[in-house]
């Protein structure tokens, strides 16, 4: 008897503690500024959960935030009643950030309602996309006893890649201040946390930052998957009045109603570097920016280790196209391969909307276009290096190229597709592709994979006649959402967007590839 009572007490001392570290679904802020400690509590965390998600111990922001191995502080105070968390990839770093908020009954903000800075109109078809950037108009300070479930539901319906769009100078007071704020590139502001917005309509969060300054970020996706890739050339650059590139949450303190953000002047981290047209020196050597950036991060010289690093960008360049794979297979699945081909393609086919931003891959596939031709740049850069005897260059081998020859062969031939019923394709044979790949969603699947000759589906004379005429705009790598490409199928291969010559981003030549005729 005595022993079932202490074994009763023991459960019930047990329950107890359990329930006390279990969090409230409502919102609780004790604490009521952001400091240091806990930016690098949050750092810590991010860290964490990024480098889980690399090894496969989580696929979703859902699945990561109840992982013990991806969320080992938080995880086990995780409510019953937590609803699914579901992130895209403009969502991800507030949700993020409202989550640690919450875990830590720390205050939390985030815009509600934006409009174009210039015009100062609610009417444009997408300000994810507007020229001169927008303004905040209006803001929600998360208040005491708010439900965690409904302010991430609020996050992924309200918050979008326009929410970042902002002037990046400006903006550091008052209640509509800016959520976040441009840093210095060195390792002590860009840390894991940090956010990366591409103007062209992408943003991603920082979770590692090498020895030798390569930069990993953890990115979600519509199908709600969170995925690891590698900061570089993908990744564009823009003025201070769109606000691109690197920044971080801005600390800001929040009582009885009375906000005060920290402004550009009392943070350390505060930098303007990113929206310099240069020339960007590092150590006396003129560079690119994304070469500087990495130089600047790198703990030391840089030192390249070509098979790992070669490793990682083969693996980037298969999630790419595993990832347009889906995206071409919703389009086919909605059956737009069959709907009539529109009169005229729009505005601009990067940032269009409707069907076209709905079922269209051409920022995707000249994403993966920038991606291929950094890879490339990356393969001249360390066999021209170990040719040299560079010391950046670590490899204990004798025939680098060779070495990283094979490595190509056994990634890319990994790396499979399917995009036609009993029809494979391997990372090769995309590459191959490349230039041929339809980024238009009313061209068949064949088509939109680059399969012509006598295997191309049947389709009309039109869409025929449309696809070659859309050859000028699949040679174009980088993404300009400015041009004009509202044209019909006879003017567009005369028009100025079309009149670009397609690059040479093959590999065969640096690594010396063979092939069988």
Request: charge should be neutral.
């Amino acid at each position: 008897m005595r022993m079932k009572l202490l074994t009763l007490l023991s459960f019930l001392l047990f329950s107890q503690v359990v329930s006390a570290e279990t969090k409230s679904l409502r919102w609780k802020i004790k604490n009521a500024s952001w400091n240091d400690a806990f930016e690098k509590s949050y750092s810590d965390f991010i860290r964490t959960l990024g480098k889980a998600r690399k090894k496969g111990a989580c696929r979703t922001t859902d699945e990561c935030l109840r992982s013990p191995v991806a969320n080992p502080k938080y995880s086990s105070m995780n409510p019953s009643g937590l609803s699914n968390v579901f992130t895209d990839c403009a969502d991800l770093p507030y949700i993020l950030r409202a989550y640690f908020a919450w875990m830590n009954d720390l205050p939390f903000s985030y815009p509600t309602d934006l409009a174009e800075a210039e015009k100062l109109s609610r009417k444009l078809k997408d300000i994810r996309y507007s020229k001169y950037g927008n303004i905040i108009l209006s803001k929600h300070h998360i208040g005491n006893g708010e439900n965690i479930n409904r302010v991430l539901q609020n996050l992924s319906d309200t918050i979008s890649t326009a929410s970042f769009r902002t002037n990046a100078g400006t903006n550091d007071s008052g209640d509509l201040f800016r959520d976040t704020y441009p840093v210095e590139i060195d390792r002590r502001a860009i840390a894991p946390g940090t956010i990366v917005y591409d103007p062209n309509g992408h943003v991603a969060v920082v979770y590692e930052v090498t020895n030798s300054g390569q930069i990993f970020l953890i990115d979600a996706h519509p199908d709600n998957s969170l995925t690891t890739i590698i900061y570089g050339e993908k990744f564009a650059r823009s003025g201070i009045r769109v606000g691109g590139g690197f920044s971080n949450f801005r600390p800001f303190s929040y009582s009885r109603g009375d906000v005060d953000p920290k402004s550009n002047s009392e943070l350390s981290g505060f930098s303007l570097i990113q929206y310099s047209k240069g020339p960007f020196i590092f150590k006396g050597k003129e560079m690119s920016f994304y070469e500087y950036v990495r130089a600047k991060m790198a703990d030391g010289d840089i030192i390249y280790d070509p098979i790992n690093e070669f490793t990682n960008f083969m693996d980037e360049l298969c999630q790419d196209i595993k990832y347009r794979e889906e995206a071409v297979d919703i389009a086919i699945k909605a059956n737009i391969d069959n709907v009539t081909h529109p009169r005229l393609l729009p505005d601009n086919i990067y940032g269009a909307d409707g069907e076209w931003e709905a079922y269209a891959t051409p920022g995707r596939d000249a994403r993966f276009k920038a991606s291929v031709r950094e890879t490339k740049n990356y393969l001249n850069k360390v066999i021209k290096g170990f040719e040299n005897k560079s010391i950046q260059v670590i490899y204990q081998g004798l025939d680098l190229a060779g070495d990283l020859r094979e490595l190509y062969w056994s990634k890319s031939r990994a790396c499979k597709i399917t995009p036609v019923s009993n029809t494979t394709m391997n990372l090769d044979q995309v590459l191959l592709n490349l230039f041929k790949l339809s980024f238009d969603p009313y061209h068949c699947v064949e088509l939109r994979w680059g399969i012509t000759g006598a295997n191309t589906c049947e389709m009309s004379a039109n869409k025929k006649k449309w696809y070659l005429a859309e050859q000028g705009l699949r040679n174009r790598v980088d993404r300009d959402y400015s041009v004009k490409t509202s044209y019909d199928v006879d003017d567009l291969p005369k028009a100025p967007v079309s009149q670009v010559e397609q690059p040479d981003l093959s590999f065969d030549k640096i690594l010396q590839i063979e092939r069988a005729n």
